[in-house]
Nanobody, 121 residues
Framework: QVQLVESGGGLVQPGGSLRLSCSKS??????????ILWFRQAPGKQREWVASIRSDGTTTYANSVKGRFTISRDNVKNTVDLQMNSLEPEDTAVYYC?????????????WGQGTQVTVSS
């Protein structure tokens, strides 16, 4: 499992946008071979899957973010970004990225520090 670093969180008003970035920390393998997922954990709630991008570029989204969030990857810059538009207070959470196939958060033994997203007026 590759170790990843999240960045880009912040405070935004409802209806606003943020762009999160996930980058690889060390390692010798090309970032392009990894399937990358974004998860989030809101206060008092379990960590949930948000979006995935496969090594071949195939993307999938949770119903709660479909049409508002876009996941993309840049294998030259070694990043996977999550563009979040039309943000709602319910999107407030710590956002994490990870590498793998499972959308079940409990499948992963390692997590980074995440990046806080707060949607509030």
């Amino acid at each position: 499992q590759v170790q990843l670093v999240e960045s880009g969180g912040g405070l935004v008003q409802p209806g606003g946008s943020l762009r999160l970035s996930c980058s690889k920390s060390g390692g010798i393998f090309s970032f392009s071979i990894y399937d990358i997922l974004w998860f989030r954990q809101a206060p008092g709630k379990q960590r949930e899957w948000v979006a995935s991008i496969r090594s071949d570029g195939t993307t999938t989204y949770a119903n709660s973010v479909k049409g508002r969030f876009t996941i993309s990857r840049d294998n030259v810059k070694n990043t996977v970004d999550l563009q979040m538009n039309s943000l709602e207070p319910e999107d407030t959470a710590v956002y994490y990225c990870n590498s793998g196939r499972s959308v079940v958060a409990e499948s992963y033994s390692w997590w980074g520090q995440g990046t806080q997203v707060t949607v509030s007026s």
